[in-house]
């Protein structure tokens, strides 16, 4: 059994380097913001492998907010130069270092079997085989708590020194990596109480890196405001509901299996199981903080809720198997019908805008997206219109609205992405 799992679990990771490239799937996430996130999370890094310089003038600069994501990127681009292509392959490469931590943390903690499964329900997921192929950041961020969680349980010093480190650099990828901190200290708690307290020093450094960022770089400061706002604390109990409906959706299977098997096992004398529970509830409670609930933000919630039902199940071989079938049958196809049926909109919209614009740049919150692709100049806000330049936008009144006032426009057209409409304009002063 543990060798077809991990059979499935290599093809499913080979599947994730075929059409890298193609249309995002339409059924994950029909936000609009779908567009602009890899050309946000990589233009720094394309700015540093073309003038050696981190900063792009006229753009919201987060490398001192959000370092890690551009530095790996940066190295991605040295190599195999900018591209969503190449912006793609380091999130996949991120993911399986994430997996072979799973694997061995998880085989450490419980057996063998547990690992297995546990690889194979993460390789499989449909919404998890979606991001692990977008540049975006929840995939690195998972990858170094997985490193965290696994260095917290090898049993020399300077594993729990790499366990900090790779905790603190999870946070530095994304903020709310933080959420993790409780049961990084669960796993210290239970190998010396006295190391338990260790587990703050990441927030601790965190804390002290943003107090002496945000005190000498204003835009360090505007992006923590506009996290801060998403912050949504009167409305805990339609958040905390909405999270519960979008997990059950996500994982309809896993959820139920967690909730059947659960009160069949004790959890006093299964301290693995408890700790995969405290880390599931612990991400759990981001979510009603916050009424902006994407599809993205619930890959740190299914991991560990994969974790436990392959811990509750790792003793069960007739229950793996119908696992094992029915995800193949669900997440499987799926996976499989989007590859056959994928599509190219978007790349075939970057280059026919890019055909258009010319040696001119291109402005608007997609603009630096399709730049990744083509290479065309672009800025995200328009502050520094010489002569003529071009606007897109997914048609946005308020965008739209804001170039009518400031500038003569003329429509070029229409380009249909993603079965959206994306509008393409020509500017000039007035």
């Not at 692990?132 to 696994?150: G, Q, V, Y």
Request: glycine share 4%; with cysteine.
């Amino acid at each position: 059994m543990n060798n077809i799992l991990m059979l499935l679990t290599i093809l499913f990771i080979c599947l994730r380097f075929i059409k890298i490239d193609a249309d995002f799937p339409l059924d994950v996430s029909s936000l609009g913001m779908i567009y602009t996130d890899e050309g946000w999370y990589t233009n720094g890094a394309i700015e540093k492998v073309k003038t050696g310089s981190w900063y792009k003038p006229g753009e919201q600069n987060l490398i001192l907010n959000i370092p890690i994501i551009y530095l790996l990127q940066t190295v991605t681009f040295s190599t195999l130069g900018p591209s969503i292509t190449s912006a793609r392959l380091t999130i996949i490469f991120c993911f399986i270092i994430m997996l072979l931590a799973m694997f061995e943390f998880v085989r450490r903690k419980s057996n063998i079997t547990s690992a297995c499964v546990c690889v194979f329900l993460i390789s499989v997921n449909y919404l998890l085989f979606a991001y692990s192929r977008f540049a975006i950041l929840e995939i690195p961020m998972m990858c170094f708590i997985s490193l965290s969680f696994l260095c917290a349980v090898i049993n020399k010093k300077r594993f729990l020194i790499l366990s900090i480190l790779f905790m603190f650099i999870a946070i530095l990828t994304k903020q709310i990596a933080v959420f993790s901190i409780p049961a990084l200290m669960f796993l210290y708690y239970n190998r010396f109480k006295w190391c338990s307290i260790f587990a703050v020093i990441p927030l601790v450094l965190y804390l002290f890196y943003i107090s002496i960022m945000g005190g000498i770089f204003s835009e360090f400061s505007d992006y923590s405001k506009f996290q801060t706002g998403r912050i949504a604390l009167g409305t805990i109990f339609t958040n905390f509901m909405s999270a519960i409906n979008n997990s059950i959706a996500f994982v309809p299977f896993i959820a139920a299996g967690i909730l059947f098997f659960m009160p069949i096992r004790s959890l006093k004398k299964d301290k693995f199981l408890l700790f995969s529970i405290v880390w599931t509830a612990c991400c759990f409670l981001f979510f009603p903080m916050t009424n902006y609930q994407p599809s993205r933000y619930f890959v740190m919630l299914i991991i560990p809720m994969c974790l436990s039902f392959s811990i509750l199940i790792s003793n069960k071989k007739r229950i793996i198997a119908a696992t094992i079938i029915f995800t193949l049958l669900t997440n499987g196809l799926g996976i499989s019908y989007y590859l056959i049926k994928s599509k190219y909109t978007f790349k075939d919209m970057c280059h026919s805008i890019s055909a258009i614009v010319g040696d001119k740049t291109l402005y608007g919150t997609m603009a630096n997206t399709i730049s990744l692709e083509t290479g065309i100049k672009s800025k995200t806000k328009i502050n520094d219109l010489k002569d003529m330049g071009y606007f897109v936008t997914l048609g946005s009144k308020e965008e739209i609205r804001n170039i009518l006032m400031n500038y003569q426009v003329t429509t070029i057209g229409k380009c249909n992405v993603y079965n959206r409409k994306v509008d393409l304009f020509r500017i000039n002063r007035r």
